[in-house]
């Protein structure tokens, strides 16, 4: 099993901006400010760290030494129009980082940028509507086969030209599009819905996305959160879901050494996120059933929870490099649709474990 490992860091600052070329009018051509979040994802080389497992702290010192001169100033000041795809590729530009596989800014809780290593822009912005549906085809007694309702949760994506467009991302323009699917969906019945009689995440998503679309030729994939725990994407040929989970675990790593903090014994609410791939089943409309991937996993997920992590069978280290190989490995031992395992020590910052290389990444 070919793996790849990303490592992931995140960093908050505090400033404000104001992005004249947007009407007089317009919320963001006053003066105002963000708590701003910049994210970035790295193929680091296995050398690049002080020593082994410390790749997540060195990044996050690095990120952080870029953003410092962003904290608490007039973007203005900084660079001339400072939309977050700019300021994305302000970061980018500025960051020593080795194999830099994405650059993210996210200006509010529901709206971001990120640039891949192809420097290809992806702005996405995210949508809420509270509905109702049941599964008509899930076995006797499943809880989803009883009416019930959710609020759900969509994201879109949308594919930007590269080139250091000197533009603001329009998201005023996906909030157009959007609008008459919110009043499509908000507040009613799903099944009552033409295309969605089995309103699954993944029919959703896909019954978006074949609506977007023609009115969105940049789309480029639709996620849709069925809770605050898991959910589904679709980019107009293939589906991936995800479970999400949270451990509190102790740890400390071996090969730091013996005068780092990090060698001592220590603990993490870790953010565990598992990634599925697999073809929709067209009579129940999902990949698979996120009951069974609890259920599958839920092994594997007590082995770790409330647990010492160094005390783990075949774990070569505690880092969350091994530690997401390590649950990927087990995980595909009983749910072979799990090809991506995301690890977070604290908000943003730890490891992506992933067979083989995907394409554009998703929202960091």
């Known amino acids: 099993m070919s793996l790849t490992t990303l490592h992931t860091a995140s960093c908050g600052?505090?400033?404000?901006?104001q992005v004249g070329v947007l009407p007089d009018d317009h919320p963001s051509h006053r003066l105002h400010g963000h708590s701003f979040v910049a994210r970035i994802r790295a193929a680091l080389p296995d050398d690049w760290a002080p020593f082994p497992g410390a790749q997540v702290s060195a990044l996050s010192q690095r990120l952080q030494a870029c953003t410092a001169p962003l904290?608490?100033?007039l973007l203005n000041e900084v660079l001339p129009l400072p939309t977050d795809e700019n300021l994305a590729r302000w970061l980018r530009d500025r960051l020593d980082v080795p194999g830099l596989e994405q650059v993210g800014i996210q200006s509010t809780a529901d709206q971001g940028v990120d640039?891949?290593?192809?420097?290809q822009a992806h702005v996405w912005r995210r949508y809420r509507f509270q509905s109702a549906h049941k599964l008509p085809n899930v076995?006797?007694?499943?809880?989803?086969?009883?009416l019930h309702g959710h609020g759900f949760e969509v994201i879109l994506h949308a594919n930007q030209d590269a080139g250091g467009r000197d533009i603001s991302i329009d998201y005023d323009h996906l909030d157009e599009v959007w609008a008459p699917f919110h009043y499509q969906l908000h507040q009613r019945y799903l099944n009552a819905i033409e295309g969605l009689d089995n309103?699954?995440?993944e029919v959703i998503a896909g019954w978006l996305w074949d609506r977007?679309?023609?009115?969105?030729p940049e789309l480029s994939w639709v996620t849709v959160y069925e809770t605050g725990s898991c959910g589904a994407n679709f980019n107009g040929t293939d589906y991936r879901i995800w479970k999400e989970m949270t451990l509190d675990s102790a740890l400390f790593l071996r090969h730091a050494p013996s005068d780092d903090p990090l060698s001592h014994i220590h603990g993490h609410t870790y953010t565990l996120r598992l990634h599925l791939s697999a073809p929709l089943d067209t009579v129940m409309g999902w990949t698979v059933d996120f009951g069974d991937v609890k259920d599958r996993f839920n092994p594997i997920f007590k082995a770790l929870d409330h647990h010492p992590l160094h005390e783990l069978p075949g774990l070569d280290d505690c880092d969350t490099a091994s530690l997401s190989?390590?649950?990927l490995t087990e995980a595909r031992k009983v749910l072979p649709q799990v090809d991506r395992v995301d690890l977070y020590e604290t908000r943003g910052s730890g490891a992506i474990a992933l067979l083989g290389h995907e394409g554009p990444a998703l929202p960091i």
């Open 13 to 17: 600052f505090e400033s404000a901006r």
């Open 71 to 73: 904290d608490y100033r």
């Open 115 to 119: 640039l891949d290593r192809h420097d």
């Open 139 to 146: 076995p006797l007694g499943h809880k989803c086969g009883r």
């Open 199 to 201: 309103p699954t995440s």
């Open 212 to 216: 977007l679309k023609g009115v969105l």
């Open 325 to 327: 190989h390590w649950i």
